[in-house]
């Protein structure tokens, strides 16, 4: 990787992503939810959520995927997701503290592209969000 | 009725089709800016003019805001009414949305499958929202899971 973040030529399969700590704060949740207009109880509302019989207030599916794509971004600048495929395994409670991990898998010459798993991991050690996805790299 | 006697004719059936108002680039900034996006090519007019689409652009995941109308048909949104799950979603990127870009989603049901796993039987139901700009170009493809338990695990659950 260089200075600048991920080029094709400097990765390599097996090669980590660096590891992004996100605090889901309330408001941060909340803000997001609204703004990509699910301005439901469950993700703006600590006690709207337990009211539909959730642990407390929780992020939006749509959001951890956008953090997933924040992730790959923040690694590789002036790179294009082409692809980014998520599975919901768990909640991710507002309020907590999560990180955004991944590692390249593949590495595609004629298309100057790579493969990548990513996930997202509870302070417990929960993948509550995994995916991978397809990212052409400057 | 269940989503075993969903007629199987509501696969790839185009159930909603909406043209959105011109994005705007408001729109487009208050998005990455709420989720904590810092490269200026998603949050500054002026200076994504000399990022490496020439200009402003959505953040990619911009487009799962765009989810349509109608949600889901009528005969799968019945049988959702115990309260499904967003299980998962999968994009497939084309053509980067800008400002003013007049964008048409149209919906389909692509998939819908039984799984048993631990607690019980499970359906699945996939949407797909096919995202086209006004040059009929495409800009991505949505799919979302949604997984909602069947009657009897709810009950078996409880």
């Known amino acids: 990787m260089s200075d600048h973040g991920a080029t094709f030529d400097t990765v390599e399969p097996g090669d980590d992503l660096p590891a992004i700590t996100v605090e889901l704060a309330r408001d941060y949740v909340k803000a997001h939810a609204t703004a990509i207009g699910m301005p439901f109880a469950r993700f703006t509302d ?3 959520a337990k009211r539909e019989g959730l642990p407390g207030q929780i ?3 749509n959001m951890t995927l956008a953090l997933l794509a924040r992730e790959l971004l923040a690694w590789a600048p002036g ?4 692809r980014l495929g998520t599975t919901f395994r768990g909640l991710a409670l507002a309020g907590s503290t999560v990180q955004l991990l991944g590692t390249v898998t593949e590495k595609d010459d004629e298309r100057r592209t790579v493969e990548c798993d990513v996930w997202m991991e509870t302070a417990e050690g929960d993948r509550c969000v995994i995916g991978t996805a397809t990212v052409q790299l400057p | 009725m269940g989503f075993a006697d969903i007629d199987r004719s509501v696969l790839g059936r185009e159930y909603d089709r909406l043209t959105y108002p011109p994005i705007t680039a408001e729109e487009l900034i208050t998005y990455a800016r709420t989720l904590g996006v810092t490269d200026p090519i998603y949050l500054d007019e ?5 990022g490496p689409h020439g200009g402003l652009v959505a953040f990619p995941t911009f487009v799962v805001k765009l989810r349509g109308g109608q949600h889901m048909p009528m005969e799968v949104a019945k049988e959702m009414t115990l309260g499904g799950f967003d299980a998962g979603k999968d994009i497939e990127l084309g053509a980067p949305i800008r400002p003013g870009d007049v964008i048409t989603a149209t919906s389909a049901i692509t998939e819908l499958y039984e799984k048993t796993g631990r607690s019980g039987s499970m359906w699945f139901v996939v949407f797909r929202q096919h995202l086209v700009n006004q040059g009929g170009e495409m800009v991505a493809n949505v799919d979302s899971r949604m997984m909602q338990r069947t009657r009897g695990a709810q009950e078996a659950a409880r």
Do not use: I
């Not at chain 1, 790179?79 to 082409?82: C, I």
């Open chain 1, 46 to 48: 600590e006690e709207g």
């Open chain 1, 59 to 61: 992020t939006p599916g």
């Open chain 2, 46 to 50: 002026a200076a994504a003019k000399s």
């Open chain 1, 79 to 82: 790179g294009r997701v082409l």
